[in-house]
């Protein structure tokens, strides 16, 4: 797949993922956690996840490819990096601030329902 647009759009998630679990655990949270939030936002399942760990997909095709997007990731606001994701206008790179948005509450200690969006 050819994806013009960000250097992050072709870097691995293998490569992403350990850094959002890092997060997660110095703030004494744990990888499952992380993992939740990912199957609510993108619908990959442990059997998902681990396939696309395993085989390096890059984040362009993890977003591509994820089972069932979660209709109610809109509901995610915030800032990120220094940009509203609300207002992020390319749909590639909403979602993976989406996820980092959703890491970063996690790490936080965040309830997960309120994580879900009442999801």
Not at 17 to 30: D, L, Q, S, W
Not at 47 to 56: C, F, I, P, Q
Request: glycine share 8%; proline share 3%.
């Amino acid at each position: 797949m050819a994806v013009s647009g960000h250097r992050i759009f072709t870097m691995s998630f293998a490569s992403i993922y350990p850094h959002y679990v890092r997060k997660a655990e110095r703030k004494g949270h744990t990888q499952a956690e992380v993992d939740e939030v990912i199957h609510w936002l993108t619908g990959y399942d442990a059997t998902g996840l681990a396939a696309v760990l395993a085989d390096e997909v890059d984040m362009a095709t993890f977003f591509e490819q994820a089972p069932a997007f979660n209709p109610n990731a809109s509901l995610i606001t915030g800032t990120i990096c220094g940009h509203r994701v609300q207002d992020i206008e390319d749909p590639l790179m909403q979602k993976i601030r989406y996820l980092d948005l959703l890491v970063d509450e996690v790490a936080r200690g965040k309830k997960m329902s309120s994580i879900q969006r009442g999801g």
